[in-house]
């Protein structure tokens, strides 16, 4: 194994802003510490998250670095003590804390997942934290079954692509909605059963209409706002919402809980990144048992809307901000093995 290096490149921010406040700077490689990896980063995937953190709104837990980045995919370079199913050379793709904006990144072990085979790495950058968040907040907490229906709100993203591709690979129908007639295309041709433009049609209006007034079963939103309500109309009885974000806000005016009431709803919701490592370990295997065979045998795959070098880590947050890409966005932090 060649030596490794003494310092690295990262990404920090230089206090709270918009994107002009995202600098490179070089750092020394950390060492990792018992139930670490060290990794060599090839990709790691931009967030919404990242963008918040950004603007001083999400600081990282306790003890995590300041360097922004919650999923990488690159090749081992070195372990600490109690490390066991890993070795040096492994490639893999992990959830971090943080630290992934970097060429080398520790993550811990539990959640260290292999490369899928149809995948590059930089592929696979694109996928830890969508597929943790998908799987845990629609078929955990929301408890998705087959033949149920689903709407998931703004199926362009990372995490709408995703949800659409899981949701249909475990039977459910899907409901999605998107801001343009290009963007309704493609969720279609990710499999989503109904696409609906939200910006000339009335999503709620198209859900009843098209079950019959009955409405969805589980809805998977990140708008929040004025969604809020609209949401728990578009709900079946017995219906749950699980929220995961609030582009548009957490609160509003006049909200009525009657329907919820009424038709037995459930409102959840959940975050990610503080929880304790045990819950995402479980989360991680239970990825590995029910997703990772879809994603080897190519049934489920991310969508790659841009690259950027580390170097421009700007420029894919202004991306990541317009809210124009179609999938994932990632930057190339190192070498692509």
Not at 48 to 56: E, L
Not at 248 to 272: E, N
Not at 309 to 331: F, N, T
Request: aromatic share 6%; hydrophobic share 45%; proline share 7%.
């Amino acid at each position: 194994m060649s030596t490794l290096p003494k310092t690295m490149r990262e990404i920090f921010f230089d206090g709270a802003g918009g994107p002009e406040v995202i600098k490179l700077r070089e750092a020394p490689v950390p060492t990792p510490g018992p139930g670490k990896a060290l990794v060599e980063v090839a990709a790691a995937g931009i967030n919404r998250p990242d963008c918040i953190q950004r603007m001083g709104l999400y600081p990282p837990p306790p003890g995590e670095s300041d360097v922004p980045g919650l999923e990488i995919a690159g090749k081992i370079v070195a372990l600490g003590e109690n490390v066991e199913g890993l070795a040096v050379g492994d490639e893999i793709c992990a959830l971090v804390g943080s630290g992934g904006y970097a060429e080398y990144c520790l993550a811990d072990t539990p959640l260290c997942l292999p490369r899928p085979k149809p995948l590059s790495l930089v592929e696979a950058a694109g996928i830890p934290e969508t597929l943790f968040t998908v799987y845990d907040n629609v078929f955990s907490r929301g408890a998705l079954k087959p033949g149920e229906t689903f709407l998931v709100h703004g199926g362009s993203s990372g995490i709408g692509s995703t949800a659409i591709q899981l949701a249909k690979s475990f039977g459910a129908k899907v409901f999605t909605t998107a801001g343009s007639a290009k963007k309704v295309e493609f969720c279609k041709n990710l499999g989503a059963d109904v696409a609906i433009n939200y910006r000339e049609q009335d999503f709620l209006a198209e859900v009843k209409t098209l079950t019959g007034k009955k409405g969805v079963d589980v809805i998977l939103d990140m708008v929040g706002g004025p969604y809020l309500q609209k949401n728990l109309a578009a709900l079946a009885p017995d219906g749950r919402l699980v929220q995961i974000a609030f582009l548009q806000g957490a609160r509003v005016k006049d909200f009525d809980f009657m329907s919820v009431m009424l038709k037995r709803l459930t409102i959840t919701g959940s975050t990610l990144r503080a929880r304790p490592l045990a819950v995402k370990a479980a989360i991680a295997r239970a990825l590995r048992e029910k997703v990772w065979p879809l994603l080897d045998s190519g049934a489920v795959k991310p969508v790659l809307h841009a690259s950027f070098p580390l170097e421009q880590a700007r420029a894919a947050h202004e991306m990541m901000e317009s809210s124009g890409h179609m999938g994932k966005i990632v930057l190339l932090a190192g070498k692509k093995t």
